[in-house]
């Protein structure tokens, strides 16, 4: 705890300015009477503390990271050293289109590559994350179908695999979220799907691949389906990347979108965050657009604004969304360009299926064995939890010990005692022949010295942690060495 | 790899894929460039908005940041990794994560803090939702927001609360001192509402009467949010300390806490609130517990409130947060302690008053509201305040931020702001060149006393 | 702490230094500044300096480094480490100048590389001092020095190595072609020397006839010294193939490999040679070896070579060498691989062919030697080659390097490169530039041919 | 090791120029005919690889380093950040004096803070490190000898705790290097001095304090000894930080001195460099000083050239030595400034005797106990060796598993079972106190379980290494994978 460093007085005085005033023009009944509870430390103390805590981390710098959804792939350094450029730290988010032009052809290509490469009408970069993305999109939804007047539309539809985001983004919008099951073979089940839609469907919100890593491959009759009922179809874009560049959710017949660059396009996820969910529309829905987008007449670049499009469901955030994100995402996209496009989900699907039949081969269960698997698959390690009493949650943290950080566990829920593994494009072959050695050695000691399983980790920085206790005897913030 | 799986061709990979939709080369995305070329381009893109002298606030702050933050913030096991869902492996970014909910409780005065929300203004959003849902005192989906707070909020809040229809009713501004009307305010008094939103400073820099509007609130059953800067809380009474009961919720921008203007963002929303409200609040909570051999650990709690968990019934869709700039405030605090915080803030708050000093020495230039300011001071101009700001940025100087959209009713006025990072050369260096604008601008002597 | 120390003050802890030695107050010393001052005051200095088009070589090359060299780099346990003497713990520093030799001794085609000496010049002065101290066949400490060689690097050699008595012969350089000058190295053919030191490319950018100055100088009981550009190693045959036998020692300035122009420094020397020779080198030597479980470790080795052990017979006095930027070479290398370097190679070999080009198209610029060139080329000026860089620069553009202060029997010869930076906007805008600059100093139509 | 993830044809290929072509006009006897070998990787395996060794490291930022003699205190993380701005990094060596003005500003005030702070009359900011310094030195004590043509004198002398790089640069420049003893207080033996004295004699090399802790009392005597004989004094700046605004080796009677930025200017000792070892001289040796050097006339800064200063001993290095070093050293001197630079010789030497009094508490013995301790000071575990057969190497090794850097062990040579031990100033009393623990700790297992001491370290990559071997059966290089 950088508390445990604190010492009355101790600061790191380069820091501040050297002298200070009182506001006494400040009224003292305004003012603060004690100072706030910081650590008091010395700037090596800080770099220390801060520089340890950060060992103590997995991440894809340092570690394999399949991380099923999440696409944990190598976030390039240069995206991160040239949106640190002093210029473009420098850039008031009020500052003039005179002084903006640079920053502005950056948003303005990326809304071109993004329209581009999903196949939609238009995007408007401004959500902050996946879910704020969801949240415009389904705001659109609504929008238009109270432009029409047509009030009667309260649900959204989403597959019992989705995220929680979706359904949770669809009430955050005033809908009711209404599952639809999934098919024993991954896909939707249709015929749920037809009984579910009616003049009360606003839409539904699909991924595709879907969470459970298969191409949906009727999406063409859901979509006419969906659109004969009268509703509207979402894309969550979480799973982009197995995609990019060989089929467009536009092309599909999706109405909207949202990305999430923090995958897709490589931004970081910099231990939760910032993302960002740029939001592309089809022609329908694209008055409804948030704001604010960069325009281009050819010349000058300029900012468009709920005055410019006034049916805008409006505004996301104070400005004008992560834009460092952006340009992250921004600098990847030139990087990768158009050839590049394809190899990620090429090389990302390689890899997924190659990981796939090696870990079958070596006597893993697939969810779903019939099917090619998209970027990502699905492991159920049900007879293990059954016959060995070895579970998900068990190998997830055995992995730990051996040096790669978990798949996803437990999502998406209908698969019991599932490992959603995403080994994304970057990792090479060994990698992935080296997860297959230690999900093989995990497996031999689940059937050997089982306990060794069931109470790793052992090699942590900490044991398995008390997560009742951690709920019940609520301890959030530091209270002073006790 | 192809053989093994049993294929031919990578193609064959995609054959669940119906041909149909396929796309063909996506000729508009311009050809992959190395990474020298697009250095090159990202030079030129950044070098040609110039780093013209800012006294723009408005919202996003220019203080100083220790070089360390950065440094350390960017390290790859920060950067490159996500939501600490093993918790085991993930120590690193929990025990950061829960000293920054110590550090942002002891600063804002509350007991609990959540691990951030995408900035500042969605934040009040979600603070808005949450005292719709833990008011227990009101049945009512109604809010009132004063129009001292930044316009810019007030729209997202807008867009984001209107669909669960939450209504916002707002407050209007006293125009002498820039603060909440009371008169507007008690006409509410009798009326059911959820919660009323008070910012400190407001939008216009001026010092809100905090305890008072509190305690308004509390009396008439809503509950009071907070709407701050967060360096403001280093000088000023802490949020969880106002009125007879404290604020009970508190949220703002984090950004003046080691996130650079970088064009509006990353930033981070800050939120926090009393103990009772805890399980309303949305977004992640770390708590620190122990593993199975007593030692202490960290770990995502309360997830009960959270999609991935809830679902419909989430306390918000929030996933992806703003992990990495928590960092960075974190180390920040750190390094700037409260007594740098407060330094920088008296710094700030003295460094406006000594540009007010300057530009009010100008004919025609006055302060438009009396009363105490944090860092930011509304001016008005005896020149159109639109046309002043394109000719200072002319030479370089971003003047501040034109409220004539917002608030025409203020005619050609402006808000300014130094923060400690100007000096005195930058100050005089604002006041010669606006001098000369309005020398330029003012035509007749007669329009030197305008007419509103 | 005084206390406990048993002093009633901190000035008593320097009771030993007698008073009449001890300083008052450094008034000539500024006061301290904060860091934000400090920020501020470092960008204007940068800032004022330009950021100006580049064609100077001459020993530092402006290459693109990937971001990620020294966003490792500078990771604070490579950053702030020192010497690996506690080898269990800089196993990270040590495996890594493994490494590093493993890759210069791929590179260069030696045995044995060490980890490091300060720069290219003082390189060659410890490989000439290893030369004298390794040749079994020689007596002398006489070595032959082509003035084809970098000039600095003359100079510093001469500085380092006089003391020592050691005796520099310098051989002239072929008029025509710029490379050594057969004739007169012929001359030294029946004399005793340690030595002969031979550049590749040359300084002139001019590649040497390495193989047969190899063979010359085994035929002659010396040891042959290449000086190379380790870039061009990538591209050009390895100095340990040159020949029959191969050259004995290889040195040369590393900057190409990762380290930024940064006005000269730090940069590294980088030394290789035959394995006969290793108990001779300067500097540290990593070396691969087991611990006591059997376990694969690195460790400093063959320390009785340095001064920590030998003291005043150790082979070299260096201690702290460049070992960051070893660091940043490794990883750099590491991402370029063989086939990124080779490209580099020729991209830049390609950009100065057409700079030349571009230049000579002008009328009385023309190129002084003949030859295959590296990346460097001498071209002739019809004006004063001085005036004419001046009035580039003045223009932003940095011309090349003037050959006249160390050559002058080259009349207005400048010394020019592009590396795989420059494209073909910037050849373009230094070719426009120069015509003007000729067309303006260039008066009378009879000074167009001049008069060497 | 990096070669284990190589794969024929992998390559980061973002960061090489799309095509190559062949140099056709360079003769192919001249061009390589295969590739050299180096890693064939990606970029992401690159950065974790890298990543994952940088963490094996014990370094400042991580751990408590109390190396003696080498000054491993805090390096503010500004000084590199500022010093790399792109402006900076981008300045190329030769470029002309309109386009260099900023950077010569900043080394022509730094010649002036080092001038000031060490009492000399100029400085030369050219020599790369310590050791260059000290040749750059007694190159000047020789050019100057020379002048006077006085060619008798062919001695440096050197105590016998002097560091190697003392004798070695002694040597370097064509002197023998003579030993002086030291006395059981640490001052150096006066008597031996005086008869070592004479016409052969050039110079002597000195640090005050010295390499054994302690402030040499009696140096005016020995400067008035050695200039008397026709000597010159050499100052080896290594503990300078041990005076810093305290006292200056000018006023001590010092003819010649080197800095070691890297110590005592806090520039990062980078895994074993760069550093920079400006020298200083008084007015005598003035015209010698290396090139170049920066010159103001009020208005425009300007090198200084061997044209300008014909005596100069000449040039050291290609530019200007290490200029990113003295870049971050006049940060740090600007951060500084002079009220800190006195602030680091007290805590430096409030530090040093803190903990040497507490450590004595504890049972251990110092090798000068009757002696303030400067910045520094060596404890000397005989007895342990002794008695428990547990030497100042298995102390050493002991302490990396607690977590700290060992000190400098078994040097200066003459202080048997030697620990050299510097705090510095940024080192909290924390630390200080943790450290006296560890140490006590070992104590203990020293005497009650000897053997955990004598095999350590345990919890390092490695354990104990096989130096012999590594000498013996020379591996300098990857040979490929057997
Ligand atoms: C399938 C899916 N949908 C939506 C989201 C939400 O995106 P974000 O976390 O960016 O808000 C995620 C990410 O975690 C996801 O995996
Ligand atoms: C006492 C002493 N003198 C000289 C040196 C040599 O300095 P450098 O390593 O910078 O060459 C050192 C550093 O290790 C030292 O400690």
């Known amino acids: 705890m950088i508390y445990e460093h604190s010492r009355e007085g101790r600061r790191a005085t380069a820091q501040a300015p050297l002298e200070t005033t009182e506001a006494t023009d400040i009224p003292a009944e305004m003012r603060r009477s004690t100072q706030p509870r910081l650590p008091q430390v010395s700037e090596m103390q800080a770099v220390r503390h801060f520089t340890r805590l950060s060992q103590k981390n997995f991440s894809i710098d340092t570690q394999f990271y399949p991380l099923g959804s999440c696409t944990m792939k190598y976030n390039p350094r240069a995206c991160n050293t040239l949106a640190s450029l002093p210029g473009l730290l420098s850039r008031h988010p009020l500052a003039p289109d005179t002084h903006s032009q640079g920053f502005m052809a950056c948003l303005y290509e990326l809304q071109e590559i993004l329209q581009t490469v999903t196949g939609m009408y238009a995007v408007s970069l401004t959500p902050a994350a996946g879910a704020q993305g969801e949240f415009a999109g389904v705001a659109m939804i609504r929008a238009y179908h109270d432009a029409r007047e047509d009030s009667a539309r309260s649900e959204i539809l989403v597959p019992d695999a989705a995220h929680g985001t979706n359904p949770a983004s669809a009430v955050m919008c005033g809908y009711k979220a209404r599952e639809i099951p999934t098919g024993a073979d991954g896909d939707i089940d249709i015929e749920a799907l037809k009984t579910a839609l009616g003049p009360q469907t606003a839409g539904i919100m699909l991924t595709n691949p879907s969470t459970v890593g298969v191409f949906e491959r009727r999406i063409k009759e859901i979509a006419e389906l969906v659109h004969a009922a009268g509703g509207l179809l979402y894309y969550d874009g979480a799973n982009l990347n197995a995609i990019l560049g060989k089929v467009r959710p536009g092309d599909m017949g999706f109405d909207v979108i949202h990305m999430n660059l923090h995958k897709t396009f490589s931004t970081p996820h910099g231990g939760g965050g910032p993302g960002a969910g740029p939001v592309g529309v089809g022609k329908r829905l694209e008055p409804y657009l948030p704001v604010p987008m960069v325009d281009f007449d050819g010349s000058d670049y300029r900012w468009l604004t709920e005055e410019d499009r006034p049916d805008s469901i409006g505004r996301l955030s104070a400005f004008a969304g992560n834009a460092g994100v952006l340009i992250r995402a921004y600098i990847y996209a030139r990087l990768l360009g158009r050839e590049g496009m394809h190899r990620v989900s090429e090389f990302s699907t390689l890899n997924a299926n190659y990981l796939l039949k090696r870990l079958m081969d070596a006597g893993f269960d697939a969810a779903y064995p019939e099917r090619r698997a998209s970027h990502e698959f699905i492991l159920t390690l049900k007879k293990q939890a059954k016959e060995l009493g070895v579970n998900t949650m068990d190998f997830a943290k055995r992995l730990l010990d051996y040096g790669v950080h978990a798949p996803t566990t437990y999502f998406p829920l209908l698969v019991s005692e599932c490992l959603l593994v995403e080994p994304t494009e970057t990792e090479a072959k060994e990698d992935l022949d080296n997860f297959v050695e230690i999900m093989r050695t995990i497996k031999q000691e689940a059937e050997n010295q089982p306990e060794t399983v069931k109470q790793a980790p052992h090699t942590m920085p900490v044991r398995r942690l008390d997560d009742v206790r951690a709920a019940r005897e609520l301890d959030l913030a530091w209270k002073g060495s006790e | ?452």
């Open chain 2, 1 to 452: 790899m192809l053989a093994t799986i049993g294929v031919g061709h990578i193609d064959a990979l995609f054959d669940e894929i119906p041909m149909a939709l396929r796309c063909g080369e996506l000729e508009a995305i311009p050809p992959g460039m190395p990474e020298m070329e697009v250095s090159r381009l990202m030079q030129a893109r950044a070098r040609i908005d110039g780093q013209p002298l800012c006294f723009i606030g408005a919202g996003a702050y220019d203080h100083h940041i220790p070089a360390a933050v950065w440094e350390l913030t960017t390290r790859g096991e920060f950067y490159t990794a996500y939501t600490p869902y093993q918790a085991e492996a993930s120590q690193g970014t929990l025990q950061l994560l829960y000293e920054y909910q110590s550090m942002m409780t002891a600063l804002i005065g509350m007991d609990v803090s959540n691990a951030s929300l995408y900035d500042g203004a969605s934040a009040l959003a979600e603070a808005v939702l949450m005292a719709v849902r833990g008011n227990r005192k009101s049945k009512s989906k109604r809010i009132l927001l004063p129009r001292s707070l930044h316009p810019a909020y007030r729209r997202v809040v807008r867009t984001i609360v209107r669909n669960q229809r939450v209504e916002l009713v707002e407050v209007g501004y006293d125009g002498n001192t820039g603060l909440i009307d009371r008169e507007d305010l008690e006409k509410h008094g009798g009326e059911d509402f959820a919660a009323l939103v008070i910012p400190q400073p407001n939008f216009f820099g001026v010092l809100e009467a905090v305890d008072g509007l509190t305690d308004w609130a509390h009396l008439h059953g809503m509950l009071a949010i907070a709407v701050v800067n967060p360096l403001a809380m280093a000088m000023l009474k802490p949020a969880g300390e106002w009125g007879e009961q404290g604020a009970d919720i508190c949220c703002g921008e984090g950004q003046p806490l080691g996130a650079p203007l970088a064009s509006g963002g990353p930033y981070f929303g800050f939120l926090c609130s009393t103990g009772k409200l805890v399980r309303q609040m949305p977004g992640r909570i770390i708590g620190k517990t122990v593993d199975v051999d007593g030692k202490t650990g960290y770990a995502l709690t309360l997830q009960a409130r959270e999609q991935h968990i809830r679902r419909s019934k989430a306390t918000s869709n929030i996933c992806t947060n703003q992990g990495l700039m928590v960092t960075a405030a974190t180390i920040h605090m750190t390094l700037m302690g409260a007594e740098g915080l407060q330094r920088v803030a008296a710094a700030s708050h003295a460094n406006t008053g000594k540009l007010t000093q300057a530009l009010t020495a100008l004919p025609g230039v006055e302060p438009v509201f009396e009363g105490a300011v944090f860092h930011e001071r509304v001016l008005r101009l005896p020149i159109e305040a639109n046309k002043a700001l394109r000719a200072l940025a002319a030479h370089n100087v971003l003047g501040g931020f034109d409220l004539s959209v917002d608030y025409p009713e203020l005619g050609d006025a402006l808000l300014v702001c130094a923060t400690e990072l100007r000096n005195e050369d930058d100050i005089e260096n604002y006041r010669g060149k606006l001098e000369r604008v309005i020398q330029s601008q003012v035509q007749t002597p007669c329009r030197l006393k305008p007419d509103w």
